[in-house]
């Protein structure tokens, strides 16, 4: 039974470019959510999706979009890449558009911008 | 405000000893609180939760943790450390009309020495 599976692992950018980063959720969940870890810190929470729409967004510009397709995959899309966006973008699954019983988590995308 | 304090940045144990991580919350409505664990350039794993009921949890990889209500605690316990146990801990709190969202804590890093 496959996790949830991120790609690419790690990538460079470079200040002003759009980036897409992509996640496949744990077989049987239906909900994708999307946390930015930066170095030192704990995951902050970007926006959740169930049912191919936003149902709920953390404190992120605009700038932070994202998508869920009808197989419950999701994208997260950075447009304008700012130094400040270098981090560890986790994704995360559930069931239901809740957490009631917990995450589970990729081993997430290292995105660096240069 | 939702938070989550973990109120030391490490914890130094000795390898067969008891460890405790301390980890506080603030929310609104019934908690729903974790705890996960990372290893260096991993994602978050999933060690334990409280909904509802015991107050006494007990999760993988043996530990254990004390949901503390009046005391908005929720520490993470284990009778006997292993070197192998030495990672970075978070924990997280669901507030009971939040949806999906995950308030994690800063993180705790957890050393075992032999």
């Known amino acids: 039974d496959a996790g949830v599976t991120q790609s690419p692992t790690h990538l460079i950018k470079t200040r002003g470019q759009q980036v897409t980063l992509r996640c496949s959720p744990k077989s049987g969940h239906d909900t994708v959510s999307w946390y930015q870890q930066a170095l030192g810190q704990g995951p902050q929470f970007i926006f959740q999706y169930y049912e191919e729409e936003e149902r709920q967004r953390g404190n992120f510009p605009d700038r932070f979009s994202g998508h869920q397709f009808p197989n419950y995959s999701s994208e997260l899309n950075v447009n304008a890449l700012l130094l400040g966006d270098s981090a560890l973008y986790l994704c995360?699954?559930?069931?239901?558009?809740?957490?009631?019983?917990?995450?589970?988590f990729g081993s997430g995308t290292r995105l660096t911008v240069v | 405000a939702q938070s989550v304090a973990q109120p030391e940045d490490q914890v130094n144990v000795a390898e067969g000893n008891p460890l405790t991580v301390k980890c506080t919350y603030s929310v609104s409505g019934n908690p729903y609180l974790f705890w996960y664990v990372q290893y260096p350039n991993r994602g978050l794993q999933f060690l334990l939760k409280?909904?509802?009921?015991?107050?006494l949890v007990k999760g993988s990889y043996g530990f254990e943790a004390e949901f503390n209500k009046s005391q908005t605690s929720f520490h993470l316990k284990k009778p006997s450390a292993l070197v192998s146990d030495s990672a970075l801990y978070f924990c997280a709190v669901r507030g009971g009309n939040q949806g999906g969202k995950l308030i994690f804590g800063q993180g705790t890093e957890l050393s075992v020495k032999p």
């Open positions: 995360a699954s559930s069931s239901g558009g809740t957490a009631s019983y917990g995450y589970t």
């Open positions: 409280y909904i509802t009921g015991d107050n």
